[in-house]
């Protein structure tokens, strides 16, 4: 798996060199919302660039097809739950101002940071592990795992045991946002369910960039994420199932 192996490397060096070495050359605090925001932005646009040069190099495919708006909706319904009743509960608990500039902020770094680690976990990685060994059931675990594993780099500006909750959480969620683009064959859904989440999670944090989850937390959400993960399974056979062929046989989008 070279191809698995180099584009994995890239992305912990690019994170532990410019995400944290530059950030303690000139030492930038992570300690305000905006500071935060803003050092996500310009972190991962670059990363994004290295990646795509990568994947015009390594010929990976991407399926990006057509998914009914309403089945959409279905696959989507945890990101609606955060957005809609999580989020707006957990603003008011906190009783806490958010400016609007800050809002906006938030939703643009979530969708920068969505695509980027979609693009580079689902995509990418996912992708040519499928492609190398032809099985959905090790692209998925090795994927979510390695997914799990790169949020390691944020020993820097946290405990280990934050940082431990935080990878165990991310492998979950690794297989569940795999689940959605085998499902639908199309990268979108799980951008934007990735996206749904980190602006949840920027806006009940103040954008803080250390994990405030706790193990009991951590826990419900591995354990809703993974019942849906197998539901979807469950009912989704027959596109997973087709998902081999297609992507097997697809040209380059």
């Known amino acids: 798996m070279k191809k698995t192996g180099l584009i994995f490397i ?30 996500l932005l310009v972190q991962d646009l670059p990363l994004f660039l290295i990646m795509f040069v990568i994947y015009r190099w390594s010929k990976i495919k991407i399926l990006w097809e057509h ?5 959409s909706v279905g696959l989507l319904w945890y990101a609606l739950y955060t957005l809609v009743l999580s989020l707006p509960l957990n603003l008011l608990m906190r009783h806490e101002k958010i400016s609007v500039w800050f809002t906006i902020g938030a939703a643009l770094v979530a969708v920068v940071v969505g695509c980027v680690e979609e693009f580079i976990f689902r995509g990418l990685i996912l ?25 390691s780099v944020n020993l820097a500006h946290q405990t280990v045991t934050a940082t431990g909750i935080q990878m165990v959480y991310a492998t979950a969620l690794g297989v569940f946002l795999a689940v959605l683009y ?7 859904i799980p951008i934007i369910m990735h996206g749904a989440i980190d602006f949840t999670s920027l806006l009940v944090s103040q954008g803080s960039a250390n994990s405030t989850t706790t193990v009991q937390q951590a826990m419900v959400l591995v ?31």
């Open 10 to 39: 890239i992305t912990i060096a690019y994170l532990l060199i410019f995400g944290e070495i530059v950030t303690g050359l000139f030492h930038i605090s992570m300690k305000s919302g905006n500071v935060t925001l803003l050092w």
């Open 67 to 71: 998914y009914p708006v309403l089945k």
């Open 127 to 151: 992708g040519a592990i499928i492609e190398k060994t032809h099985s959905l059931f090790i692209g998925i675990a090795v994927s979510a795992v390695l997914f799990g594993i790169s949020h």
């Open 182 to 188: 085998l499902k639908s064959h199309l990268l979108l």
């Open 223 to 253: 354990v809703i994420i993974g019942i849906t993960s197998g539901l979807f399974i469950v009912t989704g056979k027959k596109q997973i199932g087709s998902f081999k062929e297609k992507f097997l046989n697809k040209s380059v989008e």
